[in-house]
Nanobody, 129 residues
Framework: QVQLVESGGGVVQAGGSLRISCTAS??????????MGWYRQAPGKQRDMVAT???????NYGDSVKGRFTISRDNAKNTVYLQMNALKPDDTAVYYC?????????????????????WGQGTLVTVSS
């Protein structure tokens, strides 16, 4: 019904930049999303927070990406972005988009509903040395 779709992953050389995006969409009109964010999981490791952003645009970053990554969002487009600069091989991971408290109106019913949280399917970012 409502899903998060990521895009923009790929292969980049160390020191390079990449921007990934995530849009909430589906068979419903989305009228509100609280916090949005990015998490990443490298092979054999746990999923870690990369960056989150509140509805009014206040960001929070994991220590390993501070000063290199920038998170932003466009509420009108239900989209969150992650600009990644000065990439390192250690940044190689599957990056997952996350959204909290998604409010929507179903196009068919049309009933109002809320989803406590959503995860995207993940997009792979590979940084070569």
């Amino acid at each position: 019904q409502v899903q998060l779709v990521e895009s923009g992953g790929g292969v980049v050389q160390a020191g390079g930049s990449l921007r990934i995006s995530c849009t909430a969409s589906g068979s419903a009109k989305i009228f509100s999303i609280n916090n949005m964010g990015w998490y990443r999981q490298a092979p054999g490791k746990q999923r870690d927070m990369v960056a989150t952003i509140t509805r009014d645009g206040s960001p929070n970053y994991g220590d390993s990406v501070k000063g290199r990554f920038t998170i932003s969002r466009d509420n009108a487009k239900n989209t969150v972005y992650l600009q990644m600069n000065a990439l390192k091989p250690d940044d190689t991971a599957v990056y997952y988009c996350h959204a909290e408290r998604v409010g929507y109106i179903d196009y068919v019913t049309p009933q109002t509903g809320y989803l406590d949280e959503l995860w995207g399917q993940g997009t792979l970012v590979t940084v070569s040395s």
